[in-house]
């Protein structure tokens, strides 16, 4: 810590224990917009860090505590992953309580995911205003309430309504955790950090099938939500205990207001100097999403490739258990099993991904090779009827290239947009949201029409044409392309 006024600093030092306080230029004394302070030069402080080495900054708490934060905050997109797939199996029992046909039940599933796009684009903003841990304790506590909601449901109206609103609290997870673990982890661990805390909740949208369909087959599928709004809850109690808050402007604004109380002193933050006040904080962060998707070329690429990612996905995750079911005979808890093809797949990616997640281009060739491979072999070897472990070993290679496609796009955005992470994932969430919702709803006409072969070949095909010359793109023109957006404010 240093300072001109050896005074100034004793008064301080018991109040003093996490950014340090730096005199600021004599120019900056008087704040904008308030001329009524007026102060000393060496009576107005600027809190920071206390250097590189501060040990209250977030890079430097110690390692259990921040493993602790990312697997609670991972556990919790674990909860929201498999919120969004788990109905899955329990279809067919749910359209037969509320006598709605298959297309009609189909909603059940896919509105959880359209909201995906919405919520991220709300509570970002409010993250970067009010913190991350209030954001995701609150929208934690709106999603179970709405989720167990939902397990009483005994209309469609009611089904979907609380399927929405409760998908906006479990949006949190994106609007959080990225930004938590950007908080946390310095570079040169984000990606082994990454890798561990992503690899938990994508296994969501496997092991959730796997788990309704038992559910469903042993005591109903209405407690396929109340036994995920019972998890939820117990991490919510573990969070009270060990989520901090890890944003650092929100760190620094709290320790000036308590030198201003110890003290008397107008100690004040960078950000304090340039606020506007609330109503201005919020609407240029509530805008700021909408307007990196607008403005940054480079968002729109990946957006779109995740977008394509995601539709696939859904594809596959909505019509695997149906496949089971009519095709194979098989009962809704055998079908749930199938998904621990994809759980293998996920598991190989997560092991080899995460050893290279610091570079993210190169990890996504890989990715754009298995995908259409393995939606090619599921495909062909479904439709042909063949045993069952073939079709398995499709979707698992299907899995592993997915998992690799999507972490490393989703790394890329982070490096890209450190400064305002949580905007740009909630931007990149937009669109790949609006395709998990819209691909499954045609997902069974597809089939139907043209069968498993032929329909695979397509989203093969297509994938090829869109997903291919991802890597060479941003390899190549990536640079330019983030050079070519718009500065943010």
Not at 99 to 108: L, R, S, V
Not at 211 to 227: H, L, P
């Amino acid at each position: 810590m240093s300072s001109q006024d050896e005074k100034n600093e004793k008064e301080a030092a018991d109040v003093l224990a996490a950014p340090s306080a730096v005199l600021p230029p004599i120019s900056d004394v008087k704040q904008e917009g308030n001329p009524a302070v007026e102060v000393e030069a060496a009576d107005s402080l600027l809190v920071t860090w206390d250097g590189d080495a501060d040990p209250h900054h977030p890079f430097n708490w110690p390692r259990r505590r921040k493993w602790a934060i990312t697997i609670l905050l991972s556990n919790g997109w674990l909860v929201t992953l498999m919120s969004g797939a788990m109905l899955a199996p329990s279809l067919h029992a749910i359209a037969r309580d509320f006598g709605t046909a298959e297309a009609e039940t189909q909603i059940f599933l896919s509105i959880f995911i359209l909201a995906f796009a919405f919520g991220p684009m709300v509570l970002s903003p409010f993250a970067k205003v009010f913190g991350r841990r209030p954001v995701w304790m609150l929208s934690s506590c709106f999603y179970i309430l709405w989720n167990t909601v939902a397990g009483f449901s005994r209309t469609p109206g009611l089904m979907i309504a609380s399927r929405v609103l409760s998908c906006i609290g479990a949006s949190a997870e994106f609007a959080v955790t990225q930004p938590v673990l950007s908080d946390c982890w310095i570079p040169d661990e984000r990606g082994k950090s990454y890798a561990i805390a992503t690899f938990i909740p994508l296994l969501g949208p496997a092991i959730g099938p796997i788990i309704g369909g038992a559910v469903t087959q042993s005591i109903g599928w209405r407690w396929t939500f109340w036994i995920l709004s019972i998890y939820d809850a117990t991490l919510v109690i573990i969070g009270i205990f060990i989520l901090s808050e890890t944003y650092e402007p929100i760190l620094v604004s709290r320790q000036a207001s308590k030198l201003r109380k110890g003290t008397g002193k107008p100690y004040f933050t960078d950000a304090d100097r340039e606020s506007k006040g609330l109503a201005v904080k919020l609407s240029r962060s509530l805008t700021r999403p909408l307007r990196l998707l607008l403005t940054q070329p480079i968002l729109q690429v990946v957006a779109i490739f995740l977008a394509y990612n995601v539709g696939m996905l859904y594809i596959v995750l909505s019509t695997f258990a149906t496949l089971w079911i009519q095709r194979y005979a098989q009962t809704e808890s055998q079908s749930g099993f199938h998904y621990i093809a994809l759980v293998i797949g996920y598991t190989i990616a997560a092991q080899v991904g995460g050893k290279v997640m610091d570079l993210p281009v190169p990890l996504m060739v890989p990715g754009a090779v298995l995908i259409p491979l393995g939606l090619l072999y599921y495909g062909w070897t479904a439709e042909r009827h063949t045993h069952w472990i073939v079709p398995d070993i499709g979707i698992g290679i299907f899995g592993c290239g997915i998992i690799l496609n999507t972490q490393a796009m989703q790394a890329y955005v982070i490096e890209a947009f450190r400064k305002y992470v949580a905007s740009a994932s909630a931007a990149a969430q937009f669109l790949r949201s609006i395709a998990g919702f819209a691909f499954p709803i045609f997902a069974p006409i597809m089939y139907r029409t043209l069968g498993y072969g032929w329909g695979n070949s397509i989203l093969a095909l297509t994938f090829v044409v869109i997903g291919w010359p991802a890597p060479f793109l941003l390899w190549r023109y990536g640079g330019r392309l983030r050079a070519m957006g718009k500065p943010q404010w």
